[in-house]
Each structure stands twice: as structure tokens, then as C-alpha cells.
Nanobody
Framework: QVQLVESGGGLVQAGGSLRLSCAASVRALRGYAMGWFRQAPGKERAFVAAISSNGGRTRFGDSVKDRFTIYRDNTKNTVYLQMNSLKPEDTAEYYC????????????????????WGQGTQVTVSS
């Protein structure tokens, strides 16, 4: 069983930055592909970013491309989502997700691909 704990959310003005962290209680995060999703009020949960188990490949949702970065530190069992140039439409609950990876460079963008989820952290961007 993998437990994921997100942190780093908060209130920020438009144009600002936040860094979310996802700490995993697992022996070796190296074997897991990771992803970030978000859910705004009244909307379905949507893909934000994903990273392969070795960190060598990443994918981003169209709305965050060129503004967000995902990276990981497997020595700390932590994945990060760096969010820059934040917009009010980025306001949402952000969730971290994990799954055992079948290959070092595999990335997964679908919610159904993931087996483990965190409780979420709220990000609010004011205009």
C-alpha cells in the first residue's frame, strides 16, 4: 500500500508561483510513475502532469504546458509540481497519484491508470 501526502497549496495572486510536494510512504519511489490531477468546483478531475519512474519523461495538460514543471527526487520519495504564472482558472484541489511502472520511461495521463491517490491540497489563485 502506498500513501501519498500532498502539501504546498495555498492562496496566491495571479502571476505568482507555488510548488506542490507529494511525499510517498513507500520503500522505493523509483518503481512508481507519478501524476498530478486537479479538480475545480463543479468540474471533473483533470490531468495536469505526469512523470516516469526514472524522471526521464514528462507530460503536461494543454492548459498548463510551459507554465508548470514536474520533477521528482527518488532519494526523498517525493514528487514536485512547480506552478508558475498562475491564473485564476488554475484554482482547484490538486491530487497526487501513483502507480507501479512497467517501464522506466512510461508516463500515464489517465486517472484510471493510477492505483494510489493522495487527499489533495487546495490551490486558490486570486485575480
Amino acid at each position: 500500500q502506498v500513501q501519498l501526502v500532498e502539501s504546498g497549496g495555498g492562496l496566491v495572486q495571479a502571476g505568482g508561483s507555488l510548488r506542490l510536494s507529494c511525499a510517498a510512504s513507500v520503500r522505493a519511489l523509483r518503481g512508481y510513475a507519478m501524476g498530478w490531477f486537479r479538480q475545480a468546483p463543479g468540474k471533473e478531475r483533470a490531468f495536469v502532469a505526469a512523470i516516469s519512474s526514472n524522471g526521464g519523461r514528462t507530460r503536461f495538460g494543454d492548459s498548463v504546458k510551459d507554465r508548470f514543471t514536474i520533477y521528482r527526487d527518488n532519494t526523498k520519495n517525493t514528487v514536485y509540481l512547480q506552478m508558475n504564472s498562475l491564473k485564476p482558472e488554475d484554482t482547484a484541489e490538486y491530487y497526487c497519484a501513483a502507480r507501479s511502472s512497467t517501464g522506466d520511461y512510461y508516463v500515464y495521463t489517465g486517472q484510471s491508470n493510477y492505483d494510489y491517490w493522495g487527499q489533495g491540497t487546495q490551490v486558490t489563485v486570486s485575480s
